[in-house]
């Protein structure tokens, strides 16, 4: 509670400056008392927007992307949809959030303004975007949601995301609650990311999360998870036993995994994001990264085309295009052209049959509710117990390819767990 009352603290002096920064992002519905961590959330009011709010901003003038630095044609010229878009936190992030991930801040790290003329500017024409609700913030929390839809219509689609600060999920009836009380402005929920803390021990298919696939299913939402690989046999039972429940999966720490689910089951898509460019999340700052792209855009095009273009091309309808931007220097307008740039050059490279499906067909289809085609039956399963080195990878190879992305989160581990062999020897690209 002490951590909770901090938090607190930070987002009152903050809120202010964030309210003018946002030049009416966070209109709409009315103030309410914070409800307690942990505790029930009482029905919020104002959540519809009225239609005289719903008059769309005209983008700021942030210029058109720069020329193409690459060269590397052909190039996909045609529409994207961001499926896995990480909007901006009211507050800084507790540091112990932050071992996992740091959010941009609203107001000080970038503003819902700048990220929509990063879509015009990149030619993206929406976003799937997380917005993170916190449970004793929560009336704010939606008010950015509300905003966005309100100022913004058709360019950002929202998911409501619990902030995995002290718990890993809203309960099925607190989501029920939420979604009654901001008709048509959250279109699916999550990200619920199993490596957070917050987690713990909880699996997909605990009965606090069976419950939100139900209320899910009966909003129509798409259930955003990233899954670790001790979770992965519990999340296909939970897949298994919601087949009218769309999934959206991702996680680099998984990713052959979570490719056989999206090739077995017509009720899951696999968001192909920060995969393409994993150095999104292994620098601290944008300088860092673009000099590593600048310097390996090459190998890297030539890695991923190598790596996903069989897959994406066996299994059309099961792949989606994100970024998984996110973090405070995720929404430097360069860094926004290089992202741009790369995945129009890898788009460029897959069979033309498939390009617009990947690049947002298929995004459409899955906030549609539509599965991904028929496919074979598939037996039912039962949990075997986990072997691996936990919540990251499972063989040495992969440790050691997921590791030299995410050194940070293995050195946590490693913290935790000294006697496992990587730990101990160091990982190969050390």
């Not at 959540?47 to 700021?60: I, L």
């Not at 939402?221 to 979770?231: G, N």
């Not at 999340?281 to 273009?309: G, I, M, T």
């Not at 936990?390 to 050194?407: H, M, P, R, V």
Request: one cysteine or more.
């Amino acid at each position: 509670m002490k951590r909770c009352a901090a938090i607190l603290i930070v987002f009152f002096l903050l809120f202010g400056c964030i309210q003018g920064a946002e030049n009416g992002a966070l209109s709409g519905g009315k103030a309410a008392v914070p409800a307690p961590a942990g505790k029930a959330v009482e029905p919020i009011g104002g959540g519809a927007v009225e239609k005289s709010e719903a008059v769309q901003k005209p983008s700021p003038g942030c210029g058109p992307q720069k020329e193409r630095r690459f060269g590397q044609g052909p190039y996909y010229e045609g529409q994207l949809i961001d499926a896995h878009l990480h909007m901006p936190s009211l507050f800084p992030a507790p540091s112990d959030v932050t071992k996992h991930f740091n959010p941009a801040v609203l107001g000080r790290d970038t503003t819902m303004e700048k990220i929509i003329c990063l879509l015009d500017r990149e030619g993206i024409s929406k976003a799937i975007g997380f917005f993170l609700a916190i449970d004793f913030l929560l009336e704010p929390s939606l008010q950015v949601a509300r905003g966005a839809k309100a100022d913004y219509p058709g360019r950002v689609e929202p998911f409501l995301m619990p902030a995995p600060l002290t718990r890993p999920t809203f309960t099925p009836d607190e989501y029920a609650i939420i979604t009654v009380a901001n008709p048509g402005i959250f279109r699916g929920y999550g990200e619920l990311a199993f490596y957070f803390g917050a987690f713990g021990t909880a699996s997909p298919d605990d009965e606090i999360f069976m419950g939100i696939y139900k209320v899910a299913q009966s909003n129509g939402h798409p259930v955003m998870i990233h899954p670790t690989p001790q979770t992965m046999e519990a999340l296909e039972i939970a897949i298994q036993k919601n087949p009218d429940v769309i999934f959206l999966l991702h996680g680099h720490e998984v990713e052959d995994e979570i490719m056989s689910l999206a090739e077995k089951y017509a009720n899951v898509y696999y968001s192909l994001d920060a995969a393409l460019f994993p150095a999104l999340y292994r620098f601290d700052r944008e300088q860092d990264f673009k000099a590593n792209f600048e310097e390996n855009f090459d190998s890297l095009l030539e890695a991923d085309v190598a790596k996903w273009k069989g897959h994406i091309e066996a299994n059309p309808d099961s792949f989606v295009w994100g970024t998984d931007r996110g973090e405070t220097w995720h929404f430097d307008g360069e860094v926004g052209d290089y992202l741009a740039e790369f995945s129009r050059a890898f788009i460029g490279r897959l069979s033309p049959d498939v390009q617009e499906k990947f690049a947002y067909k298929n995004a459409q289809r899955m906030l549609a509710g539509e599965k991904t085609g028929i496919k074979n039956p598939v037996a039912p399963i039962t949990k075997t117990p986990f072997k691996g080195m936990e919540g990251l990878c499972q063989t040495e190879e992969k440790c050691n390819a997921f590791c030299k992305d995410n050194l940070n989160r293995c050195k946590q581990y490693c913290e935790s767990h000294p006697e496992y062999t990587l730990c101990k020897d160091g990982f190969s690209f050390q």
